[in-house]
Nanobody, 121 residues
Framework: QVQLVESGGGLVQAGGSLRLSCAAS????????MGWYRQAPGKQRELVAA???????NYVDSVKGRFTISRDNTKSLVYLQMNSLKPEDTAVYYC???????????????WGQGTQVTVSS
């Protein structure tokens, strides 16, 4: 059973920082893509940041220069450091990973349960 568990959300004032963590656990053979999505009320879920197993990163334009994604491959962890937060960053943030289970037939996408980030003005 493969699981993704997020932590680190909360309430912060505009201009503040938060760090999200996501841990993958279970019978895992390999992880390639890992990323963070967010969904604000009434909006579609969007990809915020992504990182490959080789360390290549990609960000949505609205967070470039403020957010940093990183991962620890040895511990199956991915992080999202969020600085200079704005009220428009308020959303539920979801961890996503493309994982090959040990007993699986191929890679598939897994999702965390989501963590709320609220930025007050």
């Amino acid at each position: 059973q493969v699981q993704l568990v997020e932590s680190g959300g909360g309430l912060v004032q505009a201009g503040g920082s938060l760090r999200l963590s996501c841990a993958a656990s279970g019978s895992i053979s390999s992880i390639n893509f890992m990323g963070w999505y967010r969904q604000a009320p009434g909006k579609q879920r969007e990809l915020v940041a992504a990182i490959t197993s080789g360390g290549s990163t990609n960000y949505v334009d609205s967070v470039k220069g403020r957010f940093t994604i990183s991962r620890d491959n040895t511990k199956s962890l991915v992080y999202l450091q969020m600085n200079s937060l704005k009220p428009e960053d308020t959303a539920v943030y979801y961890c996503n990973a493309n994982i090959l289970p040990k007993a699986g037939l191929g890679y598939r996408a897994y999702w965390g349960q989501g963590t709320q980030v609220t930025v007050s003005s």
